[in-house]
């Protein structure tokens, strides 16, 4: 998806396509916090190609308004005319296709958007008060989409696909609504990671129109909260996770985050398909946000990227020791605090890092603390830079992902794109997207990085050993790089798995 987005013509659906509506808080350009937004730029592009007409409900915020130019308003959509959004709020729809031919629709809602900030969070660091309202507002009037007798526009889904907790309300509101005749679409819920839930308390339960017999275990209820994530799981036709083993992790503790009973009781209805990358956005041969463009088989070139981050960050370089970078929210699930303690062993060792990422201001202090105590090893950027993220992935040498739990990843994906060797935590789709670089994997020249198991600081730091070793053999280091390169992690296998879901769960025309 590009932010440049033009007004919605009449779009048809053509002729046995599939009709989806995807439903979302961020998608990438417009805007984005993290790997979601990535998802839900992407896979709708993707999906189009495959004969899915998918179409896009996002928020109102600032930044998508302004990123899609001259959107067009849509007179009595979905009911929004004649019943007040939950909250009692007023809004409306807009409509306009991105530059990639995907229609998008807009919740033009400025009481509940209208504001600075990330999407859920303030300048001051804390959550909006009115999030609940703000995201089961989105799940309503999706449900009323799916609900409207004719559609929107002559567009009616066959089945509505939510994402993460921000959406979780909408396959209730459409299994809750009482004494309507149409017949409702199909719902696909997505968690994309289950430790951001989304509760809220229970006192709300009226504004946000659900009936009261919604709060019990067989509902919306959660440790007497209502859950937003654990509605979506609990009315979802099918639930689907971002990777093969985060399914099955989630399925049990620790990884269940306390949903666990649940998604073992639903294993019947819940799908681990992996995730995607945009192979165009993230192309190290066209990526025109580098300093030099490479291939597998020019990857000398990778080279310059390398000199001209270490000068960005006015780090000194060594040829025997790897540079070793981080993108990431500076979180605990994130293993930062894992980072920090390996560190001073690569550094000794004479390897260099560099760090880009915003999160626990703790760590964010700890972490400017290691780069005032190594200035010519360690450079920290806090904050989020998507040029600096790419310039990264070019430039040094290895990635570190030392998650404790990581649904998908795509920093990964990323990473093995752009011939820079993962350091992953062996979980979720870390372990399901990183070949280990085991003696005989190695040997094989089938090894694309190293799993890091168990995730503690002290296997973190012999695996950075063991990868400044590989590193000094540069025939085995260049296999290695080529084998990441020359994975394919592209949408298309992704949607294709996608559009059989669809096909499987979809109302009839």
């Given amino acids: 998806m590009t932010a440049t987005a033009r007004p919605l013509p009449p779009l048809p659906s053509p002729a046995g396509a599939l009709r989806v509506l995807f439903v979302a808080s961020e998608a990438y350009p417009l805007i984005k916090t993290g790997g979601l937004a990535d998802v839900a730029g992407a896979l709708p592009a993707a999906l189009r190609t495959c004969g899915v007409d998918v179409r896009l409900l996002l928020p109102g915020y600032p930044t998508v308004l302004a990123g899609i130019g001259r959107p067009v308003p849509i007179d009595g959509a979905a009911g929004l005319d004649d019943q007040p959004l939950p909250g009692g709020v007023r809004g409306r729809l807009l409509a306009a296709t991105t530059a990639d031919g995907v229609p998008i629709y807009i919740l033009d809602a400025p009481t509940l958007y209208d504001r600075p900030g990330t999407p859920y969070v303030g300048h001051d660091?804390?959550?909006?008060?009115?999030?609940?309202?703000?995201?089961?507002?989105?799940?309503?009037?999706?449900?009323?989409?799916?609900?409207?007798?004719?559609?929107?526009?002559?567009?009616?889904?066959?089945?509505?696909?939510?994402?993460?907790?921000?959406?979780?309300?909408?396959?209730?509101?459409?299994?809750?609504?009482?004494?309507?005749?149409?017949?409702r679409p199909?719902?696909?819920?997505?968690?994309?990671?289950?430790?951001?839930?989304?509760?809220?308390?229970?006192?709300?339960?009226?504004?946000?129109?659900?009936?009261?017999?919604?709060?019990?275990?067989?509902?919306?209820?959660?440790?007497?909260?209502?859950?937003?994530?654990?509605?979506?799981?609990?009315?979802?036709?099918?639930?689907?996770?971002?990777?093969?083993?985060?399914?099955?992790?989630?399925?049990?503790?620790?990884?269940?985050?306390?949903?666990?009973?649940?998604?073992?009781?639903?294993?019947?209805?819940?799908?681990?398909?992996?995730?995607?990358?945009?192979?165009?956005?993230?192309?190290?041969?066209?990526?025109?946000?580098?300093?030099?463009?490479?291939?597998?088989?020019?990857?000398?070139?990778?080279?310059?990227?390398?000199?001209?981050?270490?000068g960005?960050?006015?780090?000194?370089?060594?040829?025997?020791?790897?540079?070793?970078?981080?993108v990431s929210r500076l979180t605990w699930h994130k293993g930062i605090d894992l980072l920090l303690a390996a560190a001073p062993a690569l550094l000794e060792a004479g390897g260099r890092l560099i760090v880009l990422g915003t999160g626990d201001p703790g760590y964010e202090t700890a972490l400017r603390r290691l780069a005032a105590a190594w200035p010519t090893r360690v450079g920290v950027r806090i904050g989020y830079d998507e040029t600096l993220a790419h310039r990264i992935q070019a430039g040094v040498d290895a990635l570190a992902v030392p998650s404790r739990a990581e649904p998908c990843g795509l920093t990964q994906l990323y990473a093995l794109r752009y011939g820079t060797v993962p350091v992953v935590g062996r979980v979720g789709g870390l372990a399901d997207t990183v070949i280990d670089a085991n003696p005989a994997a190695v040997a094989a020249g089938v090894a694309t990085g190293?799993?890091?198991?168990?995730?503690?600081?002290?296997?973190?730091?012999?695996?950075?050993?063991?990868?400044?070793?590989?590193?000094?053999?540069?025939?085995?280091?260049?296999?290695?790089?080529?084998?990441?390169?020359?994975?394919?992690?592209?949408?298309?296998?992704?949607?294709?798995?996608?559009?059989d879901l669809y096909a499987a769960v979809a109302v009839s025309p």
């Fill in 125 to 183: 660091g804390a959550d909006w008060p009115d999030n609940a309202l703000r995201f089961g507002a989105l799940s309503a009037v999706a449900a009323r989409f799916g609900l409207a007798p004719a559609g929107l526009g002559g567009f009616r889904p066959q089945v509505i696909h939510g994402h993460d907790w921000q959406t979780g309300l909408m396959p209730a509101y459409l299994r809750l609504t009482e004494g309507n005749p149409t017949r």
């Fill in 186 to 310: 199909a719902t696909v819920f997505t968690v994309h990671n289950i430790a951001y839930q989304g509760r809220f308390p229970a006192y709300l339960l009226g504004l946000l129109q659900l009936p009261p017999y919604a709060l019990q275990m067989h509902g919306v209820e959660y440790h007497g909260d209502i859950g937003y994530l654990k509605a979506g799981v609990y009315y979802a036709d099918r639930i689907t996770t971002v990777s093969p083993r985060y399914a099955r992790e989630i399925q049990s503790t620790p990884h269940g985050e306390g949903l666990e009973g649940l998604l073992a009781a639903r294993r019947d209805a819940l799908t681990g398909i992996l995730n995607g990358i945009d192979t165009a956005l993230w192309d190290p041969a066209r990526d025109p946000l580098v300093p030099a463009r490479y291939g597998a088989d020019r990857l000398a070139a990778k080279a310059v990227n390398r000199a001209a981050l270490a």
């Fill in 312 to 326: 960005t960050f006015g780090l000194t370089l060594r040829a025997d020791a790897p540079m070793v970078g981080m």
């Fill in 450 to 499: 190293f799993q890091v198991s168990p995730v503690t600081a002290d296997e973190l730091a012999w695996t950075f050993a063991a990868l400044t070793r590989l590193f000094c053999d540069r025939p085995a280091w260049q296999r290695m790089q080529r084998a990441g390169m020359t994975q394919d992690f592209g949408w298309p296998t992704a949607a294709a798995r996608y559009r």
